[in-house]
């Protein structure tokens, strides 16, 4: 009967190793997908929600520059002394919006982006009018466009207050991804202290029956 028993305890043995085995094979791949995803959200924090509030600052710059050309501005032609520094700034607008809507867009988001090009083209067409000297009414003209850089100011707190929302939502999702990795591996460590006490056990076992069996054979 003793190698009967030996074999049992080889299985038991064998078994818990199996166990452990492929709970440690399903933790790693479960860690690769953790890796990935967390990777994916750490890039998104980035390139959808960093560089985004980037471009907003910028174009509220822009839209301070433009507001205070027309504060400093009287008249039409003091405005068109202007025109150099107008059409740079215009195109680092046009520039920033490319670049804007290349990246990943909320349903909320693409509403305020497009909300704030128009503006924007709005505002860049007023300037060519005054510039071009092809307004009779100047201050029409100065009131309506700083109207529109008042819309688009608001467009910019809109896409600002999203970038916000959005970014602590992903920031969740990597808190999660996060916790759900640390519980598997208190998982893997709780199993694997839980094995070593068996396998202890085991051949505690067997150490102890063989000492039984020759102090047996002793007395005989």
Not at 13 to 28: P, R, Y
Not at 33 to 39: K, R
Not at 191 to 219: D, E, H
Request: aromatic share 6%.
């Amino acid at each position: 009967m003793k190698w009967v028993y030996s074999i049992k305890n080889r299985l038991a043995i064998a078994g818990l190793l199996m166990v452990v085995f492929i709970s440690v094979f399903v933790k790693n791949i479960l860690d690769e997908e953790n890796v990935s995803d967390l990777t994916i959200s750490l890039a998104t924090i980035y390139e959808d929600r960093l560089l985004p509030e980037s471009y907003i600052y910028h174009l509220s710059d822009i839209l301070n520059k433009k507001q205070r050309m027309l504060d400093d501005s009287q008249t039409a032609l003091e405005f068109q002394n202007h025109a150099s520094t107008t059409s740079d700034l215009n195109l680092k607008i046009d520039s920033i919006l490319v670049v804007f809507e290349a990246t990943h867009l909320t349903s909320e988001e693409a509403v305020a982006l497009s909300s704030l090009t128009s503006n924007m083209q709005t505002i860049k067409n007023l300037e060519h009018i005054i510039i071009d000297g092809s307004i009779e009414d100047f201050e029409q003209a100065k009131g309506d466009t700083e109207n529109y850089i008042t819309a688009a100011s608001e467009d910019l707190q809109t896409l600002s207050e999203i970038q916000l929302t959005v970014g602590k939502q992903v920031n969740d999702d990597s808190q999660r991804i996060m916790a759900g990795s640390s519980i598997l591996t208190k998982f893997e460590t709780a199993l694997l202290i839980v094995l070593a006490i068996v396998i202890n056990a085991l051949i505690f076992g067997v150490v102890s029956s063989r000492s039984k069996i020759r102090q047996r054979a002793n007395w005989n």
